[in-house]
């Protein structure tokens, strides 16, 4: 833990909290050579594997940025995060929950073979595939632009500014996306979807093309630690028990099959995807000590040199020894 008297959560302290995160930024470097970048869907190989970047933002406006920082990336699998909480705030949180369970798979986020198998009603939960296509066919509007247009109007208000899509990873996945078509057509059989099957694919694709920052995921990220409401308007966007039910599907589900690990040893809801993003965010604790951001914070990671999970090699790392540093985690 950082050690000292000092109120690490003023301005002054700021620069120590930097020099260490500076430093912890190029020691896990390092570990970005143990990852490969995502290749399944071909312009995500361009990526170099070598970046990695962080930005944490508290409430009280502190942020400590370091690493590259300055990569814009597609947000790929954390938009399943936003997708859902626009379904359950247009849809309600039952109706959702009655098509889509809140269960661990245990398996890869492509996966069908649970859904399969064991002959579900419903995916197991909304951060994988199968859930998170499912959950895209909820959102209003009657063809992909209206649907889409709910995500991006949400993370607009959480942002302050209109994100676009990266149109070339959008086709690429489009292209190449032999899976998630045959996930697709699983899901029709079932009657799993509540709108035409490729108006719900093209909608997904184009929310997992999405370009954002790390100060991006670090900005939902707080909003979400901060359980729906905005910290400069109060305004609140999600609406608390969405947010809850979120965060508790973020450490339940977020990581793919080391969700269990990453809780275990990080202890935070994060959610990451294989661009190399993570959305991580500590509440508020109540403790003794004087710690970093004890009044919560949210944190966005790049690294998209990827483990055998399809997390990011390095922000996996990162994250877990901030946490412990810090004393971040929940429990
Ligand atoms: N675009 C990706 C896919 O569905 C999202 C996957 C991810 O980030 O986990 O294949």
Not at 95 to 108: K, M, Q, S
Request: aromatic share 8%; glycine share 8%; net charge negative.
């Amino acid at each position: 833990m950082v050690q000292g008297t000092a109120n690490f959560n003023t301005e002054q302290n700021k620069e120590w909290l930097q020099e260490y995160v500076d430093d912890w930024v190029s020691f896990y470097r390092k570990h970005t050579s143990e990852g490969e970048v995502a290749s399944y869907i071909p312009l995500l190989k361009e990526a170099n594997p070598e970046h990695l970047g962080i930005a944490i933002l508290g409430k009280n406006g502190m942020e400590i940025r370091s690493g590259d920082v300055d990569i814009p990336f597609t947000i790929q699998s954390v938009s399943k995060v936003i997708s859902f909480i626009v379904a359950c705030m247009d849809r309600g949180v039952s109706y959702v929950l009655d098509r889509v369970d809140v269960e661990p798979t245990g398996e890869a986020f492509n996966s069908i073979m649970h859904l399969e198998m064991k002959k579900l009603d419903k995916p197991l939960n909304p951060f994988i595939n199968a859930g998170a296509i499912t959950v895209t066919s909820m959102l209003k509007g009657k063809t992909p632009d209206e649907k889409f247009k709910t995500i991006i109007d949400i993370l607009e208000k959480m942002l302050g500014y209109r994100p676009s899509i990266n149109t070339e990873v959008y086709e690429s996945e489009r292209d190449s996306s032999m899976r998630n078509r045959a996930i697709g057509y699983y899901l029709l059989e079932t009657g799993s979807l509540e709108s035409d099957m490729n108006m719900t694919l093209e909608t997904y694709f184009k929310q997992c093309s999405i370009e954002i920052t790390v100060d991006d995921l670090a900005r939902i990220g707080l909003i979400l630690a901060n359980d729906g409401m905005d910290l400069d308007s109060y305004e609140e966007i999600i609406p608390r028990q969405i947010a809850r039910i979120t965060k508790a599907l973020m450490l339940t589900c977020g990581m793919y099959d080391a969700s269990g690990k990453f809780a275990t040893y990080v202890g935070i809801p994060a959610k990451s995807g294989v661009s190399g993003g993570i959305i991580a965010l500590s509440p508020a604790r109540v403790r003794e000590e004087n710690l970093p951001f004890i009044d919560g914070c949210g944190i966005g990671v790049y690294g998209p040199a990827l483990d055998k999970q399809g997390n990011s090699v390095a922000g996996i790392r990162l994250l877990r020894h901030i946490a412990s540093q810090w004393d971040l985690s929940i429990f």
